[in-house]
């Protein structure tokens, strides 16, 4: 995480753990658990309008979900990348003590044209899907997780289906209240219903 190559990170935290298996390999299925507090979360780095034409580029919708206890998510958008830049912040409030929550990247091409293809990355990949003309999801996990400071996660994204898995599409800072959130590995979760804020909706603060 030092911000090198085509990926330019504000403030790069350097060198700090990864959240992978023993192998460093990906956990698939990923979620925080809520303390009841109101969670901060800053945009770092983005690389956008990567995929799509050149008349109708890709851009990345980026918010939070929480999983409803029959497995179900509720999902709200926070940034835009067509809209929003670097240094974007935003509060959010999972609920109650106890509720899994994680975050999720839409990533759109062809966005208003009968080609449109959306893709839905979640942390919790079992929940990937797409939509529109989108086909043959991958299996692979969109989101590299590393720990810093407690409290502090710096969450790399890749965007692209069958992607390179570079990680550096988006990268957000997610500051947690401690002790008693955490992430869970192993779960698996239902898309169920899935209901998305406007695109062009963000919450500042």
Not at 160 to 174: F, I, P, S
């Amino acid at each position: 995480m030092i911000g090198g190559g085509g990926c330019v990170i504000a403030s790069p935290p350097g060198a700090i753990a990864y959240y992978g298996t023993s192998s460093g390999a990906s956990v698939q299925n990923m979620a925080f658990v809520s303390s009841g507090n109101v969670v901060a979360v800053s945009l770092l780095a983005q690389l956008t309008n990567q995929v799509g034409s050149a008349a109708n580029p890709g851009y990345n919708v980026f918010g939070w979900y929480t999983i409803n206890p029959n497995g179900t998510i509720t999902a709200t958008a926070l940034w835009n990348s067509k809209t929003d830049s670097i240094g974007q912040f935003a509060t959010f409030n999972p609920g109650p003590a106890g509720t899994h929550y994680g975050l999720f990247l839409e990533n759109i091409q062809g966005g208003g044209t009968a080609a449109e293809a959306d893709y839905f990355w979640f942390m919790n990949s079992s929940s990937d899907h797409g939509a529109g003309t989108a086909s043959n999801i991958d299996t692979s996990q969109h989101f590299a997780i590393f720990s810093g400071t407690p409290g502090q996660y710096i969450i790399g994204m890749d965007d692209t289906n069958n992607g390179n898995q570079d990680y550096n599409n988006m990268v957000v800072e997610l500051m947690v209240p401690e002790p008693s959130t955490l992430l869970l590995l192993g779960v698996s979760f239902l898309v169920g219903a899935l209901v998305i804020g406007s695109r062009r909706t963000r919450q500042t603060a």
